[in-house]
């Protein structure tokens, strides 16, 4: 879909890893439809993930008792975050679609147990369980609509045929994006049957 812009928030240390095959392939597909894709290395950028008051570049509301939220909240109304948290808003801001390559959270991530654990009677649960807080609690609030996820189960624990399968099948999703419905984001898509 071409002129369609896309942030890519990637956090893998090492480039030549499992995850980051999966960037590499988003890129190379996005771009070949002609996106403009941006992506926010996070662990090249030493991106400070900690949210502290050195976000704040003017002066506190209360300096005795910090509230984050409410120093943040009011930061934010007058440009006064640090650059590199404003340079990321705009990022998102300018984005039609956000992929977040992260092993912990979102819509394209690895595991590092089966998809058998990570179902209703599996040692780790749904994993719909866990992508509650992050996309419900997390996107969703934040206005976001959130596709399907893409997990890529265990890929320490398979063949390097599948690995490379996995990776095919994400950019042969990638081929069709901009057509997918977002998902019912309602506590029933996470914990109903
Ligand atoms: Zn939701």
């Known amino acids: 879909m071409a002129g369609k812009k896309v942030l890519i928030v990637y956090a893998h240390q090492e480039p030549r890893s499992f995850n980051g095959s999966l960037k590499k392939v988003a890129v190379d597909e996005l771009s070949k439809q002609g996106c403009t894709v941006t992506v926010s290395d996070l662990y090249a950028m030493d991106f400070e993930p900690r949210a502290t008051r050195r976000d704040i570049t003017g002066t506190l509301c209360n300096p005795e008792f910090f509230n984050y939220g409410v120093e943040a909240y009011e930061a934010c109304k007058t440009r006064s975050l640090t650059s590199d948290i404003i340079d990321e808003q705009k990022k998102v801001l300018e984005a039609d679609l956000v992929i977040f390559q992260n092993k912990l959270a979102l819509l394209s991530f ?29 996107l969703h609030f934040c206005g976001f609509k959130v596709l399907a996820p893409q997990i890529s189960f265990a890929p320490e624990l398979v063949s390097e045929e599948e690995k490379r399968g996995m990776i095919a099948s994400w950019a042969q999703r990638l081929r069709n994006i901009w057509k997918e419905e977002p998902i019912h984001c309602t506590p029933c898509w996470y914990f109903g049957q």
């Not at 595991?111 to 997390?138: C, I």
């Open 110 to 138: 690895t595991t590092g147990g089966t998809a058998e654990m990570y179902t209703k009677n599996g040692v780790s649960g749904d994993f719909r369980y866990f992508l509650w807080p992050l996309q419900h609690g997390a």
